[in-house]
Structures are given as structure tokens and as C-alpha cells.
């Protein structure tokens, strides 16, 4: 029996609207393969369920079911159903939920102080949200969180729960973690100097709870450029890869230098978290960090290792201290907005550090796979005579 004889139909001819995807594909007359390994000269009409249209190069239509074709024409059949879900997404339109509203999206300017990622600042502009649940539950454990994105639709920060911050001299506010049916509730996001320097566009925010969320951009816009966790539960009918319109991961932009400056151990003049509570003029150990040349979108990674007479190492600090550092701003490890900036790390030495009788401190700065290190002895230890974990990444070993 021949291939044409075969794929003749059984059914009557599709009557389905061809998809974008659908119509590139039947301007091209390719090779199709029966399940026995027989071919025949085609291109594509329509898909329909489980069945395809085909028309031979003379002009003669038929249908074939798909159990009928090779396991490559049926892939081939299946990456064309996807690629056209993909096309018909709505992406102003994500499938919010209507118990979770979220009623303005604003910005508002902070009276007193409001922690950012970076630490603290104050009287700072902040993304104000109002969101309200109007589900079946009398009360719900919920949460807002919010991604900034810059001009290119990059991410840059992303909030993963609202900032606590002053209501009164000394009096915080955490944000509200039990939502009761109907009521109102407000959540701040700061734009910190951070999120300023680096020009933050858009910003999108997603309220949700055990049984739903919804999502909103402010400017409103398309959500398809976006990358957010919430994105594949808010667009079901995405298969999860980028799409023309999504930015990819995003590096430094050219190459760029680490620099770290001599470290020293002094008295820290201004306000340093030290013990639970700010302090003034305690010990520590500083340094400053900066990037030339260019602005990297990597984590930005100060650690600090302490080490005894004769070089082994004692204790260790993964995260600098937080410490105020004028202009109504507080600091614990900086984010790298501006390139050629010089950037604090402080280290407290509370006491369960200055009981070791360290001898040596060695404070890394990494980014990425790139990492410098300066080291403080006072017994003349050097990089050489030392071992951390970042040494085989060292820019100048």
C-alpha cells in the first residue's frame, strides 16, 4: 500500500484558524515519516486535536492522525502547539486572583527611618502598597513582596517582603503577616540610594496568600519582559523559557576591577550595631571596597577571617557590622550602584572575637568568581601565609 494511500483521512478536513506559528510552518514543504518509516513530500495545513492537515506538493489535501507519524513529526507537531500557546499569551493579563486585590501601588515619602537591603535610610521615597483579601477565610497568613526592574527590564533588587520600618522616634512598624477578610493593608518598599543610582524603571508587585495571588506593574506595562518567581503560576499557559521580548541574564557591562583598601583595626567613631544595640566608638576592623571601570549586577560578598600567632584561623564574620555612615543612612554590606565608588565594610570586634588573641585578620571582597583580599597582622603574617576558602580566586595572589 503506498505512503499517500495510507495517510488518506478519515476524518473530514480540519477547519481550525491557523496560529502564527501554524502559518509559518505551511509555507515550507518538508519531509513527513509514517510510524513504519515511509515518507511523503508535504506541508502543513492546520493541527487540530490529534490530527494534522497536510497538502502534498500537487495540491491534494488530507488529514493523519498523529499516532500515524514518526516520533520526530510528532515532537516536531508538539514544539509548534507550545510555540503557539506562547504567541497567544496575553501578557498584560496575568490570572489574578479576585480574592487578592491590590488596590494602589504609589510612591510615598518616609517620614522616618525604613530598612533597605542595604541597611538603613531615612525620610527616603518608598513604593507604598494597599492591598485588601476579599476571600472566603476570615483571616489568611499573606504576603507582598516586590522586583525593581532598570530601563533594559532588568532585575535589579528584588524585596521578598516589605520593610519594616519607623512609625514614631524609636517605634517600627514590622509588616502585617495576618490579613483579617476586608481590611486594608499598607506595605512600603524603599527606594533606596541603591535603587536610585541605578535608575529603576518599573516596578512589579505580587500579593498572595495560601489560596491565590494576584500581580500589578507600576507603570502598568506588559509583564513578558519580567523575570519574577511568580511568573509561570500567573501565566499557566507558559512553558517557562525566555521569550523574544525577555532580556537574558545580565553581566557586568565590560570588564571591571575589584579594589580593596588597606585594612586596619581602629575605633569606629559613629553608631555601630554592636552587642543589640548601637554603640559609639567601639573596636573594629575597616576597610573600603570599590569597583572600576564598570557596575557588576553580581552579589557583592565581604567577609572577614581572624587568625592566632601562628596563623591558623580562629573565627570569621561572613557579614560586616551595620554602622551609620552620615546622611541619614546605615550600612552593612553595600550594594555597588556606582563604579569607581568607594563603599565601607566594618567589622564589630565584640568580645567573643577578642577572645581569641587573633593575631591576623584577612578581609575578602568577591563578586562572582573574582575576589581580592587585603590582610592586617601584628605578628607580620602575609595573603601567602594564610588559607580561606576564596584564595584560589584571588586577582592578586
Known amino acids: 500500500m503506498s505512503l499517500d494511500r495510507l495517510l488518506m483521512p478519515a476524518l473530514a478536513l480540519l477547519l481550525s484558524v491557523l496560529s502564527p506559528s501554524w502559518a509559518d510552518a505551511s509555507d515550507e514543504i518538508r519531509t513527513w515519516t509514517s510510524a513504519d518509516g515511509r515518507e511523503i513530500q508535504a506541508s502543513l495545513l492546520s493541527i487540530d486535536g490529534d490530527s494534522i492537515e497536510i497538502r502534498r506538493s500537487d495540491g491534494f489535501r488530507f488529514s493523519i492522525g498523529l499516532d500515524q507519524l514518526s516520533e520526530a513529526d510528532r515532537e ?74 532598570d530601563r533594559d527590564d532588568i532585575l535589579i533588587q528584588k524585596y521578598p517582603r516589605s520593610a519594616r520600618y519607623e512609625v514614631k522616634t524609636n517605634e517600627y512598624a514590622d509588616p502585617v503577616k495576618k490579613l483579617t477578610q476586608g481590611e486594608r493593608y499598607e506595605y512600603y518598599f524603599p527606594l533606596s540610594k541603591f535603587l536610585v543610582e541605578r535608575d529603576w524603571k518599573t516596578v512589579l508587585i505580587v500579593f498572595s496568600g495560601p489560596d491565590g495571588m494576584s500581580a500589578e506593574t507600576d507603570p502598568k506595562s506588559s509583564f513578558e519582559p519580567f523575570a519574577f518567581d511568580e511568573k509561570k503560576k500567573l501565566f499557566p499557559a507558559w512553558d517557562g523559557r525566555p521569550t523574544e521580548d525577555s532580556p ?30 548601637w554603640r559609639h566608638g567601639r573596636d573594629c576592623i575597616e576597610t573600603r571596597v570599590k569597583v572600576e571601570d564598570a557596575v557588576p549586577f553580581s552579589e557583592v560578598k565581604i567577609h572577614l577571617y581572624l587568625y592566632d ?14 554602622v551609620h555612615i552620615g546622611n541619614r543612612e546605615y550600612v552593612k554590606v553595600a550594594k555597588i550602584a556606582e563604579e569607581d565608588e568607594w563603599y565601607p565594610a566594618v567589622f564589630a570586634l565584640d568580645k567573643e572575637l577578642e577572645d581569641l588573641d587573633w593575631r591576623t585578620a584577612v578581609v575578602t571582597f568577591s563578586i562572582g568568581d573574582q575576589c581580592v583580599a587585603e590582610v592586617y597582622s601584628r605578628s607580620g603574617a602575609t595573603i601567602e601565609d594564610l588559607s580561606f576558602p576564596e584564595k584560589s580566586h584571588l586577582s592578586h595572589p
Open 76 to 149: 516536531f507537531i508538539e514544539d509548534l502547539k507550545k510555540k503557539s500557546l506562547q504567541e497567544a499569551i496575553d501578557w498584560r493579563k496575568p490570572q489574578n486572583s479576585e480574592s487578592y486585590d491590590i488596590r494602589g501601588v504609589r510612591e510615598s515619602r518616609m517620614s522616618g527611618y525604613i530598612k533597605t537591603e542595604e541597611g538603613w535610610e531615612q525620610e527616603i521615597e518608598a513604593i507604598e502598597v494597599i492591598v485588601e483579601y476579599e476571600g472566603d477565610r476570615n483571616q489568611i497568613q499573606g504576603n507582598v513582596c516586590a522586583y525593581f526592574y
Open 309 to 322: 600567632k601562628d596563623n591558623r584561623k580562629v573565627g570569621q564574620r561572613k557579614i560586616p557590622s551595620m
Open 248 to 277: 537574558g541574564p545580565r553581566g557586568p557591562v565590560g570588564d571591571y576591577t575589584l579594589v580593596i583598601d588597606k585594612v586596619k583595626k581602629s575605633k569606629w567613631d559613629d553608631s555601630m550595631w554592636f552587642n543589640e544595640d
